[in-house]
């Protein structure tokens, strides 16, 4: 069974450019969730969506960032216009109950020169 | 609010020796904890889980809500124990988990 995976690896942009990452979660899990990790620090909860909905967007940094489930399927996280602060690396993560194991990606790094 | 500290960065110990990588936690009402593991190359994944009570990889970590802690123990470290380890919480009625900031574990021959 293929697990969560993540597009790009890694992508290197320049300030003020768009970045879209995308998330396939394990197939029928409704539970899909977005981090981040910025070097150094904790791994920080971005939102959670069940099915196409945002169940928790509270970590969203501010409104440069975008994300959608469109269908309840994948996810991207969209990153407009990008800021030096941005970089980090992007995890997302699914579940299946609410409540069971998250399962996680590689990772997407994100560079912003 | 929720809050995992794991107050080292990196803790460097031989083989065969004792670990115990700590994490205290912050929150008011009973959380979940967890041990999530990053081994190099490879995806962040669940060590275990303080409800499971279990054992895994020799690791044991046991939950003590007097001290707030959540310590990650093995008694006789092994070489591929090597990796970053975090702890997390999930607060009742959350869905969502709290990391700490990870303690990078090198095992040493």
């Known amino acids: 069974e293929a697990g969560v995976t993540q597009f790009p690896s890694h992508s290197v942009i320049e300030k003020g450019q768009t970045v879209t990452l995308r998330c396939d979660p394990i197939s029928g899990h409704d539970n899909l969730y977005w981090y981040r990790r910025v070097m150094g620090k904790e791994i920080k909860f971005l939102l959670h969506f069940v099915k196409e909905s945002k169940q928790d967007e509270s970590g969203m940094p501010n409104n440069r960032f975008l994300a959608e489930r469109t269908g309840g399927t994948y996810s991207t996280l969209k990153v407009q216009p990008a800021e030096l602060e941005d970089s980090g690396v992007y995890f997302c993560?699914?579940?299946?109950?609410?409540?069971?194991?998250?399962?996680f990606g590689e990772g997407s790094r994100l560079t912003v020169l | 609010a929720q809050r995992v500290t794991q107050p080292e960065k990196l803790l460097s110990v031989f083989k065969g020796a004792p670990v115990e990588l700590k994490c205290n936690y912050s929150?008011?009402?009973?959380?979940?904890l967890f041990w999530y593991v990053q081994y190099s190359r490879q995806r962040l994944q669940l060590l275990l889980r303080?409800?499971s009570r279990e054992s895994i990889k020799g690791f044991t970590a046991d939950l003590n809500k007097g001290e707030t802690s959540f310590h990650l123990k093995k008694p006789f470290a092994q070489e591929e124990d090597s990796a970053m380890y975090y702890c997390a919480l999930r607060g009742a009625g959350f869905q969502k988990l709290v990391f700490g900031t990870g303690t990078r574990l090198l095992v040493s021959p």
């Open positions: 993560a699914s579940s299946q109950p609410i409540t069971g194991e998250l399962f």
């Open positions: 303080h409800i």
């Open positions: 929150y008011s009402g009973s959380p979940e």
